[in-house]
């Protein structure tokens, strides 16, 4: 079955407790991205890799890190949590130029 | 930048009947895509439909099909017939022909369906 798996879907840390959420895509897919959802927002991207070892920031980049190693996995990196990254993570990917598949979401809150 | 605003925070209807969701949107480009997502409770993100610009004849799935209309930059979707099952945020989006595969999203509208 085609999918995006994120993993934790849910976490509760602590200020400056590094945390890595991963994602992982079996369809060979190029192209992977993040988003965060935030109430009245809507989603934004955070970061996104065109393929391996490229990878650039989106929107709201700052406090976050990713990586692009294999193809396949995608990790989001928060160094130093902070309560403002509290919200809900996506993960999508798709080939190029075709539809974005979106993982199931990760509810991330920072006490 | 591009930007997408939907100004109905939330809409409600009774079931069976219809509902229109509004969505504008700010581009320079001429081509381009957009999208109405829709996510339940699960928080899963489905795609709904899909608006190719170059075309001009509006996209329909089903109980679902959408007014572009390209000069005004308003892209609404209206679905018929409403059903329980159609209770969720629906966020509009926007996405370039080409280039990176961002999309920008709109705030979201929330349709409750009443029995």
């Known amino acids: 079955e085609a999918q995006v798996t994120q993993n934790p879907r849910y976490l509760i840390t602590v200020t400056g407790k590094k945390l890595t959420v991963t994602c992982s895509q079996n369809m060979n897919h190029e192209y992977m991205s993040w988003y965060r959802q935030d109430p009245g927002l809507g989603l934004r991207q955070i970061y996104y890799s065109m393929n391996v070892e490229v990878t650039d920031k989106g929107d709201v980049p700052e406090g976050y890190k990713v990586s692009r190693k294999e193809k396949r996995n995608f990790p989001l990196i928060l160094e130093s949590p902070s309560p403002n990254q509290t919200s809900l993570y996506f993960c999508?990917?798709?080939?190029?130029?075709?539809?974005?598949?979106f993982g199931e979401g990760s509810r991330l809150t920072v006490l | 930048a591009q930007t997408v605003t939907q100004s109905q925070p939330e809409m409600s209807v009774q079931e069976a009947e219809t509902v229109t969701l509004s969505c504008t949107y700010d581009t320079s480009e001429s081509d381009y895509y957009l999208f109405w997502y829709k996510q339940p409770p699960s928080r899963q993100m489905i795609l709904v439909i899909r608006?190719?610009?170059?075309?001009?004849q509006n996209a329909t799935e089903n109980r679902f099909s959408v007014n572009f209309q390209k000069a005004a930059k308003s892209f609404s979707l209206k679905i018929s017939d409403s059903q329980l099952g159609d209770a969720a945020m629906y966020f509009c989006a926007y996405r370039r022909f080409q280039g990176a595969q961002k999309l920008v999203f709109g705030q979201g509208t929330r349709l409750t369906i009443n029995p």
């Open positions: 999508a990917s798709s080939r190029y130029a075709g539809e974005l598949f």
């Open positions: 608006q190719e610009a170059y075309k001009q």
